[in-house]
């Protein structure tokens, strides 16, 4: 059983940066793992995953060029670097993890496990 625990959230003006963390518990080694978001009123979206194994990624295309996804084996930390940030970037950050993961993909309903979520809002 994979546990997660997200870090770093808060409130940033426009352009500035955030750093989330994601603590994972559990063996996520051959698992995908990655950021979604949900601002109030929408739907939960992929913001950028990676499969661990070999360090593909995928990021969603509002997010391209600003935001940096990355992990630490020897850790088993997921992060999430977030630079020029944007009103619209606010929402509840989620890290989570796919089992039996063949490539990453952003789509929240093929990951099996969840963290609590962490806040960030940008004014």
């Known amino acids: 059983h994979v546990q997660l625990v997200e870090s770093g959230g808060g409130s940033v003006q426009t352009g500035g940066s955030l750093r989330l963390s994601c603590e994972a518990s559990?063996?996520?080694?051959?698992?995908?793992m990655g950021w979604f978001r949900q601002a109030p009123g929408k739907e939960r979206e992929g913001v950028a995953v990676m499969f661990a194994g070999d360090g593909r990624r995928n990021y969603a295309d509002s997010v391209k060029g600003r935001f940096t996804i990355s992990h630490d084996n020897a850790k088993n930390a997921l992060f999430l670097q977030m630079n020029n940030l944007k009103p619209e970037d606010t929402a509840m950050y989620y890290c989570?993890?796919?089992?039996?993961?063949?490539?990453?993909?952003?789509?929240?309903?093929?990951?099996?496990?969840w963290g609590q979520g962490t806040q960030v809002t940008v004014s």
């Open positions: 559990g063996y996520t080694r051959r698992y995908c």
């Open positions: 989570a993890a796919q089992r039996g993961c063949f490539g990453p993909t952003l789509v929240p309903a093929l990951y099996n496990y």
